[in-house]
């Protein structure tokens, strides 16, 4: 089994930033990727960003494009958010999930995602 744990949500002002993390910890795969998504109250969960482990190369929602960047930390087994320029839209649970498969597909689908973590709430005022 794997464990994700988020932190680093919270509130933050329009215009401001916040970094979320995510520890990953038990078993491991040889190719895979680390997704971020959120879900703001009353809708459905959206992509946000995606990275492959093995080599880092990284893929965005529309919405964050230009403002959100998604990394990785292979020695800490940790992916991080850096949200930058947040907007009152950008309000919501914030997961992080892997994807067994991700090494040679990018999913934006939730239901395609194996392992989740418990979620960090990020609130941005106006």
């Known amino acids: 089994q794997v464990q994700l744990v988020e932190s680093g949500g919270g509130l933050v002002q329009a215009g401001g930033s916040l970094r979320l993390s995510c520890a990953a910890s038990g078993r491991t795969f040889s190719s895979y990727a680390m997704g971020w998504f959120r879900q703001a109250l009353g809708k459905e969960r959206e992509f946000v960003a995606a990275?492959?482990?093995?080599?880092?190369?990284?893929y965005y929602g529309d919405s964050v494009k230009g403002r959100f960047t998604i990394s990785r930390d292979n020695a800490k087994n940790t992916v991080y958010l850096q949200m930058n320029s947040l907007k009152p839209e950008d309000t919501a649970v914030y997961y992080c999930?892997?994807?067994?498969?991700?090494?040679?597909?990018?999913?934006?689908?939730?239901?395609?995602?194996?392992?989740w973590g418990q979620g960090t709430q990020v609130t941005v005022s106006s």
């Open positions: 999930a892997l994807d067994r498969q991700g090494g040679w597909r990018w999913s934006v689908t939730s239901n395609e995602y194996d392992y």
């Open positions: 990275i492959r482990w093995n080599s880092g190369t990284t």
